[in-house]
């Protein structure tokens, strides 16, 4: 026996005792750091664990409704269906060759016919799709959803339901989205809404703001913006944001590592109370706004290219029509049609020279032309230069220096009254002459000329209202006599915006009060409970002598009245309007490369009426702006009757339809 | 003729000196093992639920190759001992040749429809090796250091071969194994000391010099910042020390624990599956099975007490110290006391190579208490 010869154990006994003390020892640590993780530090490790599988979901807000004065809605949300795909499970033969799986078929060329996908669309899709799984790690983009198309037909998604099975790795992801019902009609008053972009969210959410307690959070980020929030981003969706947005909600769910809601009722007890908050809706507004009225503004800007319209109560402020033209579709650029509608949409308008994307009746500023001159004339009684009764003569021609003015044709003799009714220009040149620019600008910055007039929904310019230090300014001392006549007529340095002429006619109408623009009437809670309610402001009262104004108002009246009147040609008994034409001259320098006609139309005079209705006790104040119209009294005149026309006529219906 | 059936002799005393102790822990072991796998598995994909099906299997394939084992003289093995070693070394340089690339390192052999784990069977055959060495290198009555330079090369061949998969854990066990056999011989505890003493400088240069691959370093790293990089490096050692800590003192029950139903414990099956037994049966439960080990090895130790000649002493040693090193490392590393490496745990963890291997470990030590000296 050799094996049994050679055994001398004794050697290797004295090492046992050592082995298993060292055994016994270690076990005893392992021991030890279990009691310490298991029995002391239980609490911590339990804790942790919970919160790995609690999750709080946000529920989302709706956003707050926009409605008109006659209870239309304007804005609103609905529902909207976008389809995502995941790469591995819709093309699984594109998945490298050791990564099998359960989901064996093709299903894409499936999933795109019901998607109505173009057979281009298809194809350059499944080349993505099949790129995203070239790469062999497990968290890749392969197993990642897709979404493949946007605001998808409810038919469509219908089918995509019923037959899960033949679409395997399709998912309809519900959202909700904003939507205008008029559409382009309110497009420049509503504004849209849109994706918070990047910088807005470093505003509300700085460095380091995850870290912050959630009262400090609620400091910063009162609203509580999140990425891939909405927001508006012009308009009244923008100016209301803060009413409008309401504020998210949150439910506590069960997720597991993964990602997916687990509902074993063994864990439910593990939801702390309280589980859920439910959001609250953004608040609702109604405004002063109508939109049968705007339809009516829009119907008679058919002809034109570009412009604007604005209706403002005369008594109130508030503004009742807000028209630019061109517009724009407000459900194409806030994407709730998808993204790429949204991209085309804005490839098409930000370079469109018409400039859609302008609100040009308030953003917009323009040449007043003759709308101005009553403020001039205004200027003069109250300041005792003009003599009302006082006649010049109109040869047409007026020679300063070397300089020739001119009017439209000779008027012959001509008084106040007469010359605001004809808009002759001689006439307001020789009262600039002694009334001078700055008591002329005076008035027009009573009435809000150069002067923003506060409607905060769309930036405002501010328009120019010139004086002699302004000129003197520019042109470094070199006053001429010429700036101030221009001024006299609305021309020159001077700039105003629609809503500015508007408010300021309607002073006019009213006896001399200026108000703050008014478009939102009052804030309803989203169970219709009043919340606020919002007063005309007045900005301030004008202080002139009621027979000066008693004779501008006359004169305004004679436009129409006097068969010599600019806008005589449209005189309708049943339709006391008052109101003054403008032709504005606007300084065009072609560019290079234009195209004749594109130089000759922009060249164009701009075309203006200002109207107050009815005539005798004004309830309305109207200004039209055709741009490059031509004329004042052929082509915006008509526009400010129709929409007149269209007020009375509503205006009638509802009285007849009151109690 | 009667050398060839002397083994067959040797089962009727196998059958008398069968060691109950032995077979009932490793048993309850077992059957622990596998209903924690169907746990460990219960909430993970259809594929992944049969995993303790092939488990049983593999049990079962190992029990009854360890039965034969047990019911041979364990001296029969020294004539296994060097053709064993040379399979396992030439194996192991066809797992360069051959070998699957999963998750960059290839350790896989694939024989037919099996795939085979050559660094597993390679612990077996330094085992039996080592014991047979250490049989005959007695006499010597000062042991030095030339004492142990073959068995240490006998070691650091397929160690490093291991080393260079990569597999670093395994490696770590080989020369574990290596050095807890040959601290059998009766060397003076100066030379243990200065052994130590080099062994820190080594690892301090293979630290300071950048000898390990990245994500080697990168563990280590993670183990010294425990909650540092929790989504990353950290995830597995992390989310292993939520769920024992989530177990409290008596878990939450069979097939509940959330960190494992949750999904938030990968490798639950392969290197994990002690945090899902944590979870489920609490401190309690770990407390057992933490027992059960210690017994095992204490066990295995008595054994190689009573051996009655070295080769049984030492092959016993090297057996315990399979399971010892391979409980240590795994229980270490799950609990956050040591880093993160790749180490089963003994008939617990799935992996057809290494329970075959435990079992095989088992059969011998079966063998050696059956032909102890009674």
Known sequence: MRLASSSDVGEFRGRFKWYALTVVLTFFVIIGRLFDLQILEADRYRGEARENIIRRITMPAARGMVEDSGGNVLASNRASWNIAVVPGRVLPSGRPPHRVGRYETDTWATIAGTLRLTPVERDSWAIRLREACQTDEDHSACWRSTIVREDTPRDIVVELRQHAAEHQGADVIETSVRTYPFGSLTAHLLGYVGEIDAETLVRYRPEGYGDLASDEQRKINPLGYEPGDTVGVVGLERAWEAMLRGQRGWVKRIVDARGRYRTEPAYQSLLEEPSRQDPIAGRNLRLAFDVELQKAAKHAMAKQLGGAVVAMEVRTGRVLALYSKPEYDPNEVSGAQGRARLREAFARLRPDPLAPLLDKTTTGAFPPGSTFKPFAALAGLEDDVLKPEKNEVCNQFVFYGRRRFKCTHAHGVVNLRAAIAQSCNIYFFKLAESVGIDRIARIGQLFGFGERTGLAINPESPGRMPTRAFYTNIFRGAYKLGFTLNTAIGQGAMTTTPLQLASAYAALGNGGTLFVPQVVRSVVSSEGELLQDFHPRVRRTIPMKPQNLARITDGLKQVVESPRGTAHALRDPALPVSGKTGTAQVGYASKPGESASSAWYYSRDDAWFAALYPSMAPEVAVVVLVEHGISGPAVAAPIAFEILHAYAKLSDKRKGSAP | ?374
């Not at chain 2, 080099?198 to 010294?224: C, G, H, P, T």
């Open chain 2, 1 to 374: 003729m009667a050398r060839g059936l002397r083994p067959l002799r040797r089962i009727v005393p196998a059958r008398d000196h069968f060691d109950w102790p032995l077979f009932l822990g490793i048993a309850a072991l077992c059957v622990v093992g596998a209903i924690n796998l169907y746990s460990a598995t219960s909430a993970a994909k259809l594929a992944l639920q049969e995993l303790y099906v092939q488990q049983v299997y593999w049990l079962v394939v190992g029990g009854i190759v360890a039965g034969i084992l047990a019911s041979v003289d364990y001296r029969m093995f020294e004539k296994w001992a060097w053709p064993s070693y040379g399979v396992g070394l030439v194996l192991l340089v066809l797992v360069f040749i051959l070998g699957r690339d999963i998750r960059g390192s290839s350790r896989w052999l694939s024989i037919g429809p099996l795939s085979i784990q050559p660094s597993e069977t390679m612990k077996i055959a330094l085992i039996l090796v080592l014991a047979k060495h250490l049989h005959t290198a007695h006499g010597s009555e000062h042991r030095g250091l030339r004492d142990l330079l073959v068995p240490a090369l006998i070691a650091a061949v397929p160690a490093a071969l291991v080393i260079k998969q990569p597999d670093l854990g395994t490696g770590l066990i080989l020369s574990l194994i290596f050095a807890s056999m040959v601290m059998l011989l009766a060397v003076p505890l100066s030379l243990v000391l200065r052994l130590l003493g080099s062994f820190i400088a080594v690892v301090w240069a293979v630290w300071e010099f950048d000898l390990l691959k990245d994500y080697q370093r990168a563990r280590i790293e993670a183990f010294l910042n425990p909650e540092h990089n929790i989504l990353g490096t950290n995830w597995h050692a992390h989310h292993a020390r939520v769920a024992i800590g989530n177990g409290g003192a008596t878990g939450w029950g069979f097939m509940l624990g959330t960190q494992n139903q949750f999904h938030f414990l990968p490798d639950q099956f392969t290197d994990f599956p002690f945090p899902v037994l944590a979870e489920d049966w609490g401190f309690a439960g770990s407390c057992l099975l933490v027992t059960i080990y210690a017994f095992l090895v204490l066990r295995a130790l008595e054994i190689a007490y009573q051996s009655r000649d070295r080769f049984g002493a030492a092959l016993a040693t090297g057996v315990g110290a399979l399971f010892f090193w391979h409980a240590v490392f795994n229980l270490g590393m799950v609990t956050g006391l040591l880093p993160v490496v790749g180490v089963t745990l003994p008939l617990f963890s799935y992996g057809g190579s290494s329970v075959v291997t435990d079992l095989v470990g088992v059969g011998f030590l079966m063998s050696v208490s059956a032909h102890r000296q009674s």
